[in-house]
């Protein structure tokens, strides 16, 4: 799940972490009036939006009056970056950047446990500077069983900072960070830039936070900021009914048990031709409501002119999902083609059950997807 | 041989008075796997199918000298029964729970490490070495004993490769479903260092998919120590980027861990990459001449 | 550091384990005030007093009506156990009790950890319990990296109960107790007994916590209980000037650098006949302004006949010591009689410095101690 | 020989820009200690007495090759400073600062166990191989090499003790001042082991106090495992019950932990005990016959 920036730095402040003063605004005229609430001069005029690359769209501008302020707000709330409309700007102090560096924590699959990662080359792209010069990033795993006592954030502290000052202060805002990222079961805490000011202060100017899913159970505050979009909303919706659902843009609906089947099925449409237009995984049962459920969700694309249903009976058998299907397409009005590709134990006996109704059948998913793609 | 599970295995049940555990108790029972017990706090000294019920692993470890777990508790009690289960000395825990928040998954790997025990999964359909034991939700009837190892991220994926393989008369050593989630216990690399060492594994099936980078990197293990011939077949080519597919570690995330980078370095690694799971037994005979 | 039974029943409650209600008392009518309000027909009145064998003093009564109540309050309030004085009692619910436990947690010095200490003999004085039946305690060392996570706290909780209802609260109770004794730094977090009522209830009825005197400094909340006795506020007053000091009831002053030299020098004069007034550890410098607090802290106690200086002149050498005495002396108007024992570093000039002084100067303990014990 | 420092000792000093660090380095360094650095954050560069300060520890055992450690900063941030050392790889770690905290002495213990590293202290006065090297606040100059291994809970009594053995011409091969708290790090047991393994050493003194039980623990050691000659001492005979003497650790609680007890258990395992410190060489010297 992502938050905001402001939503992000809210939670910084909260755990002590520096940042710049900002006000957030709906509208122009709010902007304008943070302004001159702000009493600075210069101020930057920041999108509010749940994804990258908001300063190349034009979505990040500096002001030096209350009229800039004004009219960059305009402009930026009227604004759509990658598809997202901006409904929400921050007027945010322009602080004196002296240099910029990156701190970020995430999750690291290959060491299983969260990783620091810290570079020099701040305000860049991290992943091209990962790619380009990965020796100018840091990476240190972090103990879980350890976390970061006062001698590792000292010692992290020291490959970017000589002054004990400036040590002193990184050394707290990676403690605070990490305890932020444990507490609040983050997937990714990032700042980009951390900026040493001209005045020696160390400023979180830009902060990126999003958070694992399978936790936000016990993190009500984490949640309550959740802003899902259409997408998500359907998703959400689906996972509510047990499934796991994702929206793609192509023709066949596929109904599939398993993620890993699931994903194969997309892959083998695309590969005989078709374009898949959704990802769901009905999980493990033949329950006919789930089947109703499922079809329902498949059906409300306008797009989809076929569906194909890949179920692999393994636990539960085929015979009891050919039945559990006819009974759900019992309730189920609908003249859209279905292949149904039935594999596994008792296979035979579930296809046999099939022939003859609205279904058509397959044995092998080279078959059923074939049938698929040349649907009606 | 096989690996990690045999007849030796002594088996306790997480969670065995729960609907799915009670569940697959039963049919791991049917399959010959020797279930020793189960655990359910508060349920000491009652019977589930004929097994002892215990309060705690560590009695239950007492009592049974089990040396296998596989826990079927809800994913928000997951990480604590991965722990006790460490903490009492077993050796292999299986963890099916699915949803286990990833911090979570960190701390129990973290633990099981430290008392020097393995873990599999999460979020996984646990493992089966034909014609000797099953630890976990697996169709038994798909299996074939014999001498293809199978490892997978995928649960049904795992199914239907293994049930071509079965059916083009090719048996298993050991099938093991690692887990869909980003940070799971065992994963290929130690895996396939298992299989190529055990004497009756002959050829090996990797099944991966997209998200993070453990293919690749199992690519590289295999051109410099398996010398068994290794097919793979990767799910999810067709995947949008920043979108989790089911599994939560199926996404392809800042540019990395698509479909077609691990297909590269899995060919580069001599590897045989399979198009559709169908494929699979030809191109395993092929490379097993 | 010692606190009292309300005081820690109070960090019982604000950590969640559960105590009976109870109410404090300066004086035996509010005693019967708090009978009145709790409208509760059997109480005890408990007197709080930072010793031990309360109950076997008569310091803690069942009292049925108001009457009672006050009149145990009266005399529980003239009362004083072990030489306190009690100023304050508790009134306090009465329970009905089904059997009773025992739940400490304690610094080990053997496994170097925290032990979890439980016993079903809960209400008898547990070290009998630890000499007569040591197999009805049950220990368990805390590995501080780990803690008490729920599966912890279930298996010991099943040490002592089987019904699930009485685990679970028994589970919380020992990760809250041990949260409590953790987060304040405690040595001693003690419940004797914790009751289970006859309802099913698991209830601490008395509860004795000692506190890490080394941290106090990070336990404001901890250290503002603090009720110094006359004896803990003099070794509070040397602790502060750098020394050890513990008053004992003898007649020969000592003053030694070194807690383990200090000690034998105790041992000697008892040894050779004499009593010691006291044990003083002035630390390892020859400042004399250090000798003139040690000596006025000494001076105090009208009990003191003679002074007894060992010294082990190490890094401080012996001349160095004796220019200190000297320096120090010059001050102190005393006709006290001051044996000086200097051994070590340049100790024949520290020694030839002091003939011919107010000083009796000796040359090995054995010496001095004989000095000290037949002056004058 | 000699046991846990000698001539192969590299020793870093942390907080060697303080008072007593800078103090003692330079008598460490006078005695002939290879001090090969020490740290103070913020001060990395610079020299003290001309060793080369660094800012971390990592740094220092990268840039010296140390293997040992002092601690001289403040009890409040000495555990961090015992764990920073064992993390960095530190083998031998003696932390000389009194007042820690009970709780963080157990932490920083537990840490340098699970490094495999070795813990002196707190709350001690650091240990000493005559004639090879110093690490602590011992006085050298009553130190004289030879085969008594002196072990300790208390500072100033171990000098009395070196003293009477040195003007009775009896040298020491290893003297450890183990720290007055109540948890310490190296205790009685271990010493006397390594000091029975030591063959340069050929008689020992073991000087305790009251508080805590280590010394009926340490008679029982003595008795079934030490072959050299043990002689004793015990201070504390004439303290009072629940009073704390000066250290931390002693102190008589809960009817335990008294001089007599130790006394006797430690004659009971054939120790003698001297009376007074005086008394140790003579009774060395017989119990060496």
């Known amino acids: ?376 | 041989m096989s690996i990690l599970i045999n007849e030796s295995t002594r088996l306790i049940v997480q969670g065995i008075t729960g609907r799915d555990g009670g569940f697959h108790t039963q049919k791991m029972k049917a399959y010959g796997t020797n279930v020793v017990g189960g655990t359910s706090p508060g349920k000491g000294g009652t019977e589930v199918l004929g097994i002892p019920v215990f309060n705690t692993v560590y009695e239950a470890v007492e009592k049974t000298q089990a040396n296998t777990s596989i826990i079927f508790v809800p994913a928000r009690f997951a990480a604590d029964a991965i722990k006790e289960a460490a903490d009492a000395g077993i050796g292999l825990i299986i963890c099916i729970s699915e949803g286990m928040p990833t911090l979570d998954v960190i701390d129990a790997y973290r633990f099981v490490q430290m008392k020097g025990a393995m873990l599999i999964g999460p979020n996984c359909p646990g493992l089966m070495s034909p014609g000797k034991s099953l630890v976990g939700i697996l169709p038994a009837q798909i299996f074939k004993q014999g001498n293809i190892g199978v490892i997978s991220r995928s649960g049904t994926l795992t199914y239907e490769v293994v049930y071509h393989l079965t059916a083009n008369g090719m048996g298993q050593s050991s099938a093991i479903g690692m887990g869909g989630d980003p940070v799971v216990g065992l994963y290929f690399r130690e895996l396939l260092e298992m299989l190529q060492n055990d004497p009756e594994t002959e050829a090996i099936v990797m099944i991966g998919e997209i998200g993070g980078n453990a293919e690749e990197q199992a690519a590289e293990y295999v051109k410099n120590h398996v010398t068994k011939p290794v097919v793979g077949f990767i799910a999810g080519q067709a995947a949008p980027p920043g979108k989790q597919m089911g599994h939560a570690g199926a996404i392809i995330s800042g540019g990395g861990g698509t479909a077609a980078e691990k297909i590269a370095a899995m060919e580069a690694a001599g590897i045989k990459v399979a198009k559709e799971p169908s494929e699979i037994p030809a191109m395993l005979k092929a490379a097993m001449k």
Chains 1, 3 share one sequence.
Do not use: W
């Open chain 1, 1 to 376: 799940m992502k938050i905001h920036e402001y939503q992000a730095k809210n939670l910084f402040s909260s755990y002590g972490i520096p940042v710049e003063k900002y006000v957030l605004c709906n509208v122009a005229a709010e902007a304008a009036k943070a302004y001159d609430d702000m009493a600075m001069e210069r101020v930057v005029v920041k999108a509010q939006v749940l994804t990258g690359g908001r300063g190349k769209a034009g979505g990040v501008k500096l002001a030096k009056n209350r009229e800039d302020v004004a009219r960059h707000a305009e402009t930026i709330l009227g604004m759509a970056i990658k598809e997202f409309p901006v409904t929400k700007v921050i007027v945010s102090e322009a602080v004196n950047i002296g240099s910029e560096y990156y701190v970020s924590y995430v999750i690291d699959r290959n060491t299983k446990s969260v990783i620091l990662m810290m570079s020099a080359e701040g305000g860049m792209d991290i992943e091209e500077v990962a790619e380009k010069t990965p020796e100018k990033i840091f990476k240190f795993p972090i103990d879980p069983l350890i976390g970061i006592p006062d001698y590792l954030a000292r010692k992290f502290a020291f490959e970017l900072f000589k002054d004990a000052a400036q040590v002193n202060q990184m050394a707290a805002i990676l403690q605070k960070l990490y305890k932020l990222f444990v507490d609040k079961d983050a997937s990714l805490a990032e700042i980009n830039p951390l900026v040493l000011t001209n005045e020696g202060n160390l400023i979180a100017i830009d902060a990126k936070m999003t958070f694992d899913d399978n936790a936000l159970y016990r993190q009500p505050q984490i949640h309550a900021l959740f802003e899902p979009t259409e997408a998500e909303k359907t998703e959400a919706y689906a996972k509510e009914k047990g499934f796991s659902f994702v929206h793609l843009d192509g023709e066949i609906g596929c109904m599939v048990n398993g993620a890993g089947l699931a994903m194969a099925t997309m892959d083998m449409i695309k590969l005989y031709g078709g374009t898949p237009a959704n990802f769901l995984d009905i999980g493990g049962s033949s329950n006919p409501n789930k089947v109703i459920d499922a079809m329902t969700l498949l059906l409300k694309d306008p797009k989809v002119k076929v569906v194909l249903i890949n179920i692999f009976g393994g636990i539960t058998r085929c015979d009891d999902v050919a039945s559990g299907l006819l009974t759900a397409f019992e309730q189920l009005k609908t003249d859209m083609p279905v292949v149904v590709r039935l594999t596994g134990t008792n296979e035979k006996e579930g296809r046999e059950m099939l022939k003859g109704t609205h279904f058509r059948v397959a044995e092998t998913m080279g078959e059923a997807v074939r049938m698929a793609v040349t649907a009606p």
